[in-house]
């Protein structure tokens, strides 16, 4: 665990540590899993897959895998989309 | 019409389709207009793309997956916007994980912003790390033959050379090449991107393609799910043209009724 990054904090007895959820800053508390961190944004039950710094973390393994400071977190979806929607 | 008959089934990775029609799912004003010109279409392979979910906005906005019959359609996720190999080939992992191990996908690489034309070097790098990987490639290509036969030599279980760039509704701009390569290939060529009418599409199935993959052409129509209809019929009667073989064509007049017996 990271002790002297410069945004380390307290609440309470919990550590908190900064993550980078699809491309933004975020803090979420230390030893949070990825089950913890869906239910926190409300997406447990969607359909989605989850990658961690470029890694795929299987569903099965969302309730034992926990985040570490600094991890780039990204989670996607399917949408509509043809061949050219780059421009979104 | 027992002539129909003599088509042989459009067979993508050991499935069997009816449809020659495949679309995209992008650019509808909303997921039911979506639902409704997918219907119309007939299409039994719709594309999807992978996207960030929208973290803290719209939890419960309706999920595009959520919204259509899955049950109706085989998805193919799209690497579409993916300018590298590795975003092309992050794009098909997530799609295999956040689709239960689905291993069908389509591949594109683009290589600029203006054309949307395919990067050809990086596009045929990419087919070989996804064939690797026991992905089935349906792979997005420019109308060069070359290219296309050596995207068929990877492994690619479809090859899909553009009409015209995408988006662009230009319809067939070099119907030789297309010819080119559906006389060479021995796995499915589907043209994708370029079309933007009826006419277009039952062009390209007259050339002898196996299949269309549109989504403009049909999202971005007055009428969309009209338009839906329409180049189902088109791809239909584009195919049995192909099958039937044109009448050859003559310079001049030939006349359809018989001289003989005129009574003038």
Redesign the interface.
């Known amino acids: 665990m990271s002790q002297s990054n410069k945004n380390t904090a307290f609440l309470g007895k919990t550590h908190i540590m900064n993550i980078v959820l699809n491309g933004q800053d975020k803090q979420i508390d230390d030893d949070t899993n990825i089950e913890q961190l869906l239910t926190s944004l409300d997406l447990n039950n969607k359909r989605l897959a989850v990658e961690i710094n470029q890694e795929i973390i299987p569903r099965s393994d969302f309730a034992t895998f926990t985040l570490s400071e600094s991890d780039k977190v990204e989670i996607v979806q399917a949408i509509g989309g043809g061949s050219c929607d780059h421009k979104n | 019409m027992s002539d129909t008959n003599l088509d042989k089934p459009l067979i993508i990775a050991g499935k069997t389709y009816t449809s020659r029609l495949l679309?995209?799912?992008?650019?509808?004003k909303d997921?039911e207009e979506?639902r409704l010109a997918l219907d119309a279409s007939g299409a039994e392979i719709i594309?999807?793309?992978?996207?960030?979910?929208n973290?803290?906005q719209n939890?419960?906005e309706p999920?595009?997956?959520?919204a259509l019959p899955l049950d109706k359609y085989t998805?193919l996720?799209?690497t579409?916007?993916c300018y590298t190999i590795d975003d092309a080939v992050?794009t098909c992992?997530?799609?295999r994980?956040?689709?239960g191990g689905h291993n069908l996908v389509k591949l594109?690489v683009?290589g600029d912003?203006k054309t949307?034309f395919p990067d050809a070097i990086q596009t045929l790098k990419a087919a070989q790390i996804l064939v690797d990987d026991d992905f089935d490639v349906m792979v997005?290509t420019n109308d060069d033959p070359l290219i296309a036969k050596e995207l068929e030599n990877i492994g690619c279980v479809a090859v899909m050379p553009l009409a015209a760039p995408?988006?662009s509704g230009l319809g067939i701009r070099n119907p030789y090449n297309i010819l080119t390569i559906i006389e060479n290939a021995n796995v499915p060529i589907l043209v994708?991107?370029g079309v933007g009418t009826a006419s277009d599409a039952a062009i390209a199935m007259e050339l002898g393609c196996d299949g269309i993959?549109?989504?403009?052409a049909i999202?971005a129509a007055q009428k969309p799910i009209l338009m839906a209809s329409a180049m189902k019929k088109a791809i239909e009667g584009g195919r049995e043209a192909y099958l039937a073989g044109r009448m050859p064509k003559k310079r001049f007049a030939s006349a359809s009724s018989p001289i003989e017996g005129t009574f003038f």
């Open positions: 679309v995209g799912t992008g650019k509808y997921n979506t594309t999807i793309a992978i996207r960030r979910t973290i803290g939890p419960d999920n595009l997956l959520d998805l996720p799209n579409a916007g992050r992992k997530l799609a994980e956040l689709l594109e683009l912003e949307l997005y995408i988006g994708d991107a993959l549109m989504n403009t999202a």
